[in-house]
C-alpha cells in the first residue's frame, strides 16, 4: 500500500466548490443591526467586489483565477498519507488517512484563502488590507499574500498568542506586515475595550472589531478575514477536492472525515466538497472539532449574533457563545473564536454535520502520539482533529470495525514548542467553559426580530 499519493500539479483543481449549491436550505440571510438584509453594497466599504459576488453565491462551481493557481502551485497539490504507523500503535483495523496542509510557506491550510484574497483587493486597487489573527498562522499567511501581490498588511493579534508565539509574530514581520498586540490603543474599539479591561488577553473578536474599524475608515484599506465568512469556505474546499481525487487514485473513500473547528475554514474546507456525496446519497460522516474551553457546536445556540466584540459587523446567523465571550489563553489559538461559520452552523443545525469538544490534555497527547509514529509535529489546533481521529481508531478496535478515516492536518507545530514545553512540564490543565458563564454572555446577544 503507498502511504504517500500525490496529485500532478496539472491535476490541481480548477474551480472552487461552492456547498450552496447542494444545501437543502438556502443560507440564512445576513442582517443589519435593524433587523434588515444586509445588501451586497453594504459590504464595498471592506471587501472588493469579487469577494462580495462569492459571499452571496449560491454557484456550485466557481473558477479560480490562473494568477491564484500560479502561486498556489508554490505548494499545492498538498499530499495525501496513510499513516500506517499510527495505525499499528493504536493496534486498529481502521486505516487512517491525512491531508497534510502544514507543506505551504506559511506551515498551515491558511493561504489557500489568503492568497486569492489579497489577488482580488489587488485586482480593484486596493493598496493596504487589516487584518486579526490568533495564533498566527492566518496573519503569517495574509502577510504572505500580501508580498505576493504587493499589498500593506496591517495584523492586529490577539495579546495572548502575540506573547505566546513571538515567532509567527516574526514570520509576519518577515514577509512585510506590521503586527500588534490587540486590543490597542490604535482604534476606538481597542480603547473601548482597554478602558474596561485593561489587563485583556484580547480575543479574535476584538482583533477583528479593530481591523474592520481600521478598514472601515480608510478608502485604500480593506479587511481580509480567515475563517467564518463564506468565501473564505469557498477557498478552502480546494483540500477536499484534492483529497476525493487522490482517494480515487487509490480506490478509497472515507466512512469519517475529521477537522479541527474554529471559525470553520479548516473544516469546510475538508469536508464540504464530500458533503456534495453525501447530498447525493454517499455514506460519510463529517466530524467538526472543537475545544472544550470554547465549545461553539456543541454548548452555544443557534442564533443572529456580531462577529466581533464592538458590534461593527453585520448579524449573522450561527452558533455563538455570544459576541462578548472571553476565551482562555488555551495554546490552540486559532480555535478561540465567540461563533462559527454560517454555513457550518446551518448544516449542523439541520443534522447534516456532526461535532465533538475534546479537552486540551487529549488534544496534545494525541499530538505528541501522531509526531512518534509519523514524525510530523502538529499545531495545537491540529492535534484536534488527530485527537478525534485517534479516538474513533481506538473504537475501531474494540468493534473491529475496519473504517477508513480522514483527517486534515491544518498545519504543523514547529512555531508552537513553547506550547508542547508546557505540556511536557505538565504547565498545561483541562479547562471546560463553565455553563454559567456561557449563559451570561448569551444574556448580551442582539435582539432581533
Not at 505566546?164 to 509574530?169: L, S, V
Not at 484536534?384 to 474494540?398: L, M, N, S
Amino acid at each position: 500500500m503507498k502511504t504517500k499519493i500525490l496529485l500532478k500539479e496539472a491535476e490541481m483543481p480548477t474551480h472552487w466548490y461552492n456547498v450552496v449549491a447542494d444545501m437543502p436550505n438556502p443560507p440564512a440571510a445576513i442582517l443589519a443591526p435593524d433587523g434588515n438584509p444586509v445588501t451586497p453594497d453594504a459590504l464595498s466599504a471592506i471587501f472588493p467586489e469579487a469577494i462580495i459576488e462569492q459571499e452571496v453565491s449560491a454557484q456550485r462551481w466557481i473558477p479560480i483565477p490562473e494568477e491564484v493557481r500560479e502561486v498556489l502551485t508554490l505548494w499545492r497539490p498538498s499530499p495525501l498519507y496513510r499513516a500506517e504507523r499510527l495505525e499499528q500503535a493504536l493496534n486498529t483495523p481502521a486505516k487512517i488517512y491525512f491531508k497534510n496542509e502544514a507543506v505551504s510557506p506559511a506551515g498551515s491550510h491558511k493561504p489557500n484563502t489568503a492568497v486569492a484574497q489579497a489577488y482580488y483587493n489587488k485586482q480593484q486597487g486596493i493598496k493596504r488590507l487589516t487584518t486579526e489573527t490568533g495564533a498566527g498562522q492566518w496573519g503569517c499567511s495574509i502577510a504572505l499574500a500580501g508580498q505576493m501581490f504587493g499589498l500593506d498588511v496591517r495584523v492586529y493579534m490577539v495579546k495572548v498568542s502575540y506573547d505566546q508565539k513571538p515567532y509567527r509574530r516574526s514570520m509576519m514581520q518577515t514577509w512585510g506586515a506590521e503586527v500588534f498586540p490587540s486590543p490597542t490603543d490604535m482604534t476606538q474599539s481597542g480603547r473601548h475595550i482597554l478602558e474596561k479591561h485593561p489587563d485583556s488577553d484580547g480575543s479574535l473578536g476584538i482583533a477583528i472589531s479593530e481591523a474592520v474599524e481600521e478598514a472601515a475608515g480608510r478608502s485604500d484599506t480593506n479587511y481580509a478575514l480567515g475563517s467564518v465568512l463564506n468565501h473564505v469556505i469557498l477557498h478552502q474546499t480546494i483540500i477536499g477536492e484534492e483529497a476525493k481525487k487522490q482517494f480515487e487514485m487509490i480506490g478509497e473513500y472515507p466512512d469519517m472525515i475529521f477537522a479541527p473547528c474554529g471559525g470553520g475554514s479548516n473544516f469546510a474546507g475538508v469536508a464540504f466538497p464530500f458533503f456534495a456525496d453525501k447530498a447525493s446519497g454517499k455514506e460519510v460522516e463529517l466530524v467538526a472539532v472543537e475545544p472544550t474551553s470554547c465549545p461553539t457546536l456543541t454548548k452555544g445556540i443557534y442564533a443572529y449574533d456580531f462577529g466581533d466584540t464592538e458590534g461593527l459587523t453585520p448579524l449573522t446567523k450561527m452558533y455563538t457563545l455570544g459576541h462578548d465571550f472571553m476565551p482562555p489563553g488555551i495554546h490552540a489559538g486559532g480555535l478561540r473564536y465567540h461563533g462559527e461559520s454560517a454555513l457550518v452552523s446551518q448544516l449542523y443545525n439541520e443534522g447534516l454535520l456532526s461535532a465533538v469538544a475534546i479537552p486540551q490534555l487529549e488534544t496534545f497527547e494525541a499530538g505528541v502520539l501522531f509526531a512518534k509514529t509519523q514524525g510530523i509535529i502538529p499545531a495545537p489546533e491540529s492535534c484536534h482533529g488527530v485527537a478525534a481521529t485517534i479516538r474513533e481508531a481506538k473504537r475501531c478496535a474494540e468493534t473491529g470495525e475496519p473504517k477508513t478515516l480522514l483527517f486534515n492536518l491544518s498545519g504543523h507545530g514547529h512555531f508552537d514548542m513553547s506550547s508542547y514545553d508546557r505540556y511536557f512540564k505538565g504547565e498545561l490543565e483541562d479547562y471546560d467553559y463553565p455553563d454559567e458563564a456561557i449563559q451570561e454572555s448569551l444574556a448580551n446577544l442582539p435582539k432581533v426580530g
